[in-house]
């Protein structure tokens, strides 16, 4: 199976050239505002992809996805939107969430500790692919400060998880792969530049 993902596209997803493939994934912050339009329009251009999957998530610059849950699904309709939730495509199980530590008083934001882990107790073990939009702890977290960012909590549970990919973005400055245990951590950010979406073969 072949997955494509991005992240972080905010409302410039129409200059991106998308490879093909079997799963298109949109890792959050498909907008800059998250406002009603915005994510019409966003929607529409997934449903023009050629790929027989699309699952997409928020990010924390979705407010309108955070403040209208019961509306999100129909809003993607033809797509797999994830809240905390899990879709098992062609018997491969996709696991999404939109959650990260609070960040600048945008959506999806929980309070580090008992408050976010709360969220990562929720993964179930054994999902092949791991979707969150924000980054566990060391792992594609770096900002321009020099600080790192990820969650400590989320990176405590992707050994129970035992993912094989794990994508994200949210930080832009840091997109890359590495390693942890079994799982392929990915931030799939396209933000920085001219970057490409990211191609991984399950």
Same mark, same amino acid.
């Given at each position: 199976?072949?997955?494509?993902?991005?992240?972080?596209?905010?409302?410039?997803?129409?200059?991106?050239?998308?490879?093909?493939?079997?799963?298109?994934?949109?890792?959050?912050?498909?907008?800059?505002?998250?406002?009603?339009?915005?994510?019409?329009?966003?929607?529409?251009?997934?449903?023009?992809?050629?790929?027989? &999957?699309?699952?997409?998530?928020? %990010?924390?610059? $979705?407010?309108?996805?955070?403040?209208? *849950?019961?509306? /999100?699904?129909?809003? !993607?309709?033809?797509?797999?939107?994830?809240?905390?939730?899990?879709?098992?495509?062609?018997?491969?199980?996709?696991?999404?969430?939109?959650?990260?530590?609070?960040?600048?008083?945008?959506?999806?934001?929980?309070?580090?500790?008992?408050?976010?882990?709360?969220?990562?107790?929720?993964?179930?073990?054994?999902?092949?692919?791991?979707?969150?939009?924000?980054?566990?702890?060391?792992?594609?977290?770096?900002? &321009?400060?020099?600080?790192?960012? %990820?969650?400590? $909590?989320?990176?405590?549970?992707?050994? *129970?998880?035992? /993912?094989?990919?794990? !994508?994200?973005?949210?930080?832009?400055?840091?997109?890359?792969?590495?390693?942890?245990?079994?799982?392929?951590?990915?931030?799939?950010?396209?933000?920085?530049?001219?970057?490409?979406?990211?191609?991984?073969?399950?």
């Amino acid at each position: 199976m072949r997955l494509v993902a991005v992240a972080d596209t905010h409302n410039e997803h129409g200059a991106l050239h998308i490879p093909d493939g079997d799963v298109f994934i949109h890792a959050g912050d498909l907008t800059n505002r998250g406002t009603l339009s915005e994510l019409e329009q966003v929607a529409e251009w997934m449903r023009s992809l050629p790929h027989r &999957h699309k699952v997409v998530i928020a %990010g924390n610059h $979705d407010f309108w996805l955070q403040e209208q *849950r019961s509306q /999100a699904h129909a809003l !993607f309709k033809g797509l797999t939107y994830l809240e905390d939730e899990e879709v098992t495509l062609e018997g491969v199980r996709f696991y999404g969430s939109p959650w990260q530590p609070w960040f600048h008083d945008w959506a999806f934001n929980l309070k580090r500790g008992p408050e976010i882990d709360a969220v990562w107790k929720k993964i179930p073990s054994g999902v092949d692919v791991l979707i969150t939009h924000g980054p566990p702890m060391g792992y594609g977290d770096l900002v &321009h400060r020099g600080e790192r960012v %990820g969650c400590e $909590d989320l990176l405590r549970h992707l050994p *129970r998880v035992g /993912a094989k990919v794990h !994508f994200f973005g949210h930080i832009h400055e840091d997109r890359g792969e590495w390693k942890h245990g079994v799982t392929r951590i990915v931030n799939c950010t396209t933000s920085e530049g001219d970057l490409p979406a990211t191609v991984i073969d399950l």
